[in-house]
Nanobody
Framework: QVQLVESGGGLVQAAGSLRLSCAVP????????MGWFRQASGKEREFVAG???????YYTDSVKGRFTISRDNAKNTVYLQMNSLKPEDTAVYYC????????????????WGQGTQVTVSS
């Protein structure tokens, strides 16, 4: 079973930045599409950003221009760079992986990280 290990969450001021990391030790991303999701208190888990294995990316409208998904193949690690953070970005952020197409529905992903809390103060 693949294990996704997340890090990088924390407490930041509005307009600040964070970079989340998601590592898959001992594996490559050759056949995986990666996604970032978030779940705020009392809300459903929602798609944030995704990356196909060929490098194409897709973002939900609310984070376009602020968040960037990327990966380092040598480290088998995917990142979510979050800039210009807003209080409404506060949530637990999860990375996820699946084989095949990048999709936005969380139920389509096979492997998940443990989640990391991002809190943006106003």
């Amino acid at each position: 079973q693949v294990q996704l290990v997340e890090s990088g969450g924390g407490l930041v001021q509005a307009a600040g930045s964070l970079r989340l990391s998601c590592a898959v030790p001992g594996r490559t991303f050759s056949t995986y599409a990666m996604g970032w999701f978030r779940q705020a208190s009392g809300k459903e888990r929602e798609f944030v950003a995704g990356r196909w294995s060929d490098g194409r990316t897709y973002y939900t409208d609310s984070v376009k221009g602020r968040f960037t998904i990327s990966r380092d193949n040598a480290k088998n690690t995917v990142y979510l760079q979050m800039n210009s953070l807003k209080p409404e970005d506060t949530a637990v952020y999860y990375c996820a992986a699946r084989m095949g197409y990048m999709l936005t529905a969380p139920g389509k992903y096979d492997y998940w990280g443990q989640g990391t809390q991002v809190t943006v103060s106003s």
